[in-house]
């Protein structure tokens, strides 16, 4: 393996960087015509920005509508030791530089940046561990993973716009769009498409960042795009496929039956939908764990069929993730049914939420849903008035801050219901309870925890609302300063 790696030190390099070199680019051409193959290497539009390595302010403006797609896979065995740039290939026939690896032994999103003709080439990033097995190597769509072949950059702030303010252009994309490592707050990467530049999408598009941290950094770069999104028909709930670096979709989203997946990598970070017009009715879904989708909007949720940040779809699933809403001030309500493990959701509004759909959790073994509010209102709580279930694993209920009524007295999910256990103050309404396995609004449980509130003056609640007496042999546990009435 030593032998390979003083190859890949001292090799001739046969595939040279292909993309980007116009503005923003050292010793490029300076001109921001991206239409223009004369501002490109090899006279190509293949969509690598990545050489754009100048701090500051960079404006690219496209001519005409472009698109722009993976390139082709190539899938080749390769051998390495744990901790080396340097590989082995049985071939580099179609390998190229700017290419992504995944797999075993390599850092998420890891860039290809030398091949040569001895069968040998150069990663943006040690391996992981030593391994040999098949690997595929595709050019991404959109690479943004400014200075990734030579230098890393920070800084860096590119923003793409038609070259007439009145005169709008279409990407139409599919594949990767592949962002820049963690940055320090001060040095962030960040790229914004303008209003008058929309997307439409013929496939999937998965929107990521390679892993890793530029001078042990912390803060995400950040993709903003303030036209129009069309996910296309028919995409299912994966068409966006969010899974790193932050992104703001500040446009309308549309697209029927074409929806939205979070996660499913430790590189995501926040997903904002701003517009309270996104009309895409594929849903929203989470793969789990990382991420977090931010509905930020004067109308943030909407009865199935109607325009919301979150689009008009009647589902909304979350897997060990937390939604927040924010930017309304007056109710919002939605029908849509929801699939909750291991979840959270949080309103930082300023008016109640309302779930009158139905609420369950098919995702994980013991899931519990934490309901978070700076909104405090005891005439006027978050509502949950839905059926609440079990689904195909128990659900338990966790309120953390707020005040939040359950007012079906038909629910049975058998999870346990308890009531904040930290600084802030919480208030769980209910309308009924009975036994253990017997519906109710506390559904059919076994156990009632109220945790006293750990700042000084805030006191924590269970309050009855309903308007009969009620009976139960459920075990309640009480600790700290708290109220049940």
């Known amino acids: 393996m030593n032998k390979c790696v003083v190859f890949a030190c001292s090799m001739t390099v046969l595939s040279a960087f292909a993309g980007w070199n116009g503005a923003g680019v050292s010793g490029g051409t300076g001109a921001n015509n991206i239409n223009d193959p004369a501002n490109w290497t090899d006279g190509s539009i293949n969509g690598d920005f990545s050489a754009i390595t100048l701090?500051?302010?960079t404006a690219l403006a496209l001519t005409d509508n472009l698109t722009f797609t993976n390139g082709v896979t190539v899938t080749t065995t390769a051998t390495f030791t744990s901790g080396l740039t340097g590989i082995a290939?049985?071939?580099?026939?179609g390998l190229s530089v700017g290419q992504v690896v995944n797999g075993n032994g390599i850092a998420y999103n890891t860039?290809?940046?030398?091949?040569?003709?001895?069968?040998?080439?150069?990663?943006?990033?040690?391996?992981?561990?030593?391994?040999?097995?098949?690997?595929t190597f595709t050019r991404p769509a959109l690479n943004l993973d400014f200075g990734v072949i030579a230098a890393r950059a920070t800084n860096v702030v590119v923003t793409f716009g038609s070259d007439s303010p009145a005169t709008p252009r279409t990407?139409?994309?599919?594949?990767r769009v592949l962002q820049t490592q963690l940055t320090r707050a001060a040095s962030p990467n960040a790229v914004t498409f303008s209003t008058n530049i929309a997307f439409a999408l013929t496939d999937?598009?998965?929107?990521?960042?390679?892993?890793?941290?530029?001078?042990?950094?912390?803060?995400?770069?950040?993709?903003?795009?303030?036209?129009?999104?069309?996910?296309g028909a028919g995409g299912g709930n994966a068409r966006l496929n969010f899974a790193g670096g932050d992104m703001a979709l500040n446009g309308v989203v549309s697209g029927a039956g074409s929806g939205c997946n979070l996660g499913g990598a430790s590189t995501a970070g926040t997903l904002t939908l701003t517009n309270p017009d996104n009309s895409y009715s594929g849903g929203n879904t989470s793969s789990g764990g990382f991420g977090s989708p931010l509905a930020d909007s004067t109308r943030v949720l909407a009865d199935t069929g109607f325009n919301s940040a979150l689009g008009?779809?009647?589902?909304?699933?979350?897997?060990?993730i937390a939604l927040t809403l924010q930017g309304f001030s007056t109710p919002q309500i939605t029908d849509s049914s929801w699939n909750v493990g291991n979840a959270s959701l949080v309103n930082y509004g300023t008016a109640p939420v309302v779930l009158t759909g139905t609420l369950r959790n098919d995702i994980v073994a013991a899931g519990i849903f934490a309901l978070g509010s700076t909104y405090q209102n005891y005439g006027k709580p978050n509502v949950l008035s839905g059926l609440i279930s079990n689904g195909a694993y128990p659900l338990s209920i966790y309120v953390s801050r707020g005040v939040w009524l359950l007012?079906?007295?038909?629910?049975?999910?058998?999870?346990?219901?308890?009531?904040?256990?930290?600084?802030?103050?919480?208030?769980?309404?209910?309308?009924?309870?009975?036994?253990?396995?017997?519906?109710?609004?506390?559904?059919?449980g076994t156990v009632m925890t109220l945790w006293g509130a750990g700042a000084a003056g805030n006191v924590n609640n269970f309050e009855y609302?309903?308007?009969n007496s009620a009976t139960g042999n459920r075990v309640v546990n009480i600790s700290g300063n708290v109220v049940a009435s």
Do not use: C, H, K, W
């Open 171 to 175: 990407i139409t994309l599919s594949g």
């Open 312 to 320: 008009s779809a009647g589902n909304i699933g979350l897997n060990d």
């Open 89 to 93: 290939l049985s071939s580099t026939n």
């Open 407 to 444: 007012n079906n007295d038909a629910d049975t999910f058998s999870g346990s219901v308890s009531v904040a256990n930290g600084a802030d103050q919480a208030t769980l309404q209910f309308t009924s309870v009975a036994d253990m396995g017997v519906a109710s609004a506390l559904g059919a």
């Open 55 to 57: 701090p500051g302010p």
């Open 204 to 231: 999937q598009v998965i929107i990521t960042r390679e892993t890793g941290a530029i001078n042990a950094g912390t803060t995400q770069p950040r993709l903003t795009i303030n036209g129009l999104f069309e996910l």
């Open 111 to 135: 860039v290809l940046i030398g091949v040569s003709g001895s069968n040998t080439g150069v990663l943006s990033q040690a391996t992981l561990a030593s391994s040999s097995g098949n690997y």
């Open 465 to 467: 609302t309903g308007t």
